[in-house]
């Protein structure tokens, strides 16, 4: 089975920047729609951002402006740009891909981003 493993979680000063990477553990992430998602502590997982194989991006409110997601198919990895951060991003970040043709969705197992002073 494709595994999926996130990398560049941290601690980062309120309006610093980190960017987060997903690695599919196979050449196959031309075949999965991707996205981001994070939970806090107390809160439910909530989407970030996503990018379809086409290349189109979503991205929720809180994070239009600051966040850019991107794909490099070649290089089997999913990128969050994050740029402005704040407090409120503090949690843990997953990446969640989804089989365009059979829509089996697989998760990443986290990487925890903290935003503190």
């Known amino acids: 089975q494709v595994q999926f493993v996130e990398s560049g979680g941290g601690l980062v000063q309120p309006g610093g920047s980190l960017r987060l990477s997903c690695a599919a553990s196979?050449?196959?992430?031309?075949?999965?729609?991707m996205g981001w998602y994070r939970q806090a502590p107390g809160k439910e997982r909530e989407l970030v951002a996503t990018?379809?194989?086409?290349?189109?991006?979503d991205y929720a409110d809180s994070v239009k402006g600051r966040f850019t997601i991107s794909r490099d198919n070649a290089k089997n990895t999913v990128s969050l740009q994050m740029n402005s951060l704040k407090p409120e991003d503090t949690a843990v970040y997953y990446c969640?891909?989804?089989?365009?043709?059979?829509?089996?969705?697989?998760w990443g197992q986290g990487t925890q981003v903290t935003v503190s002073s």
């Open positions: 196979e050449s196959v992430l031309w075949m999965y729609a």
């Open positions: 969640r891909a989804v089989h365009i043709t059979t829509q089996t969705v697989n």
């Open positions: 990018i379809t194989t086409g290349q189109s991006t």
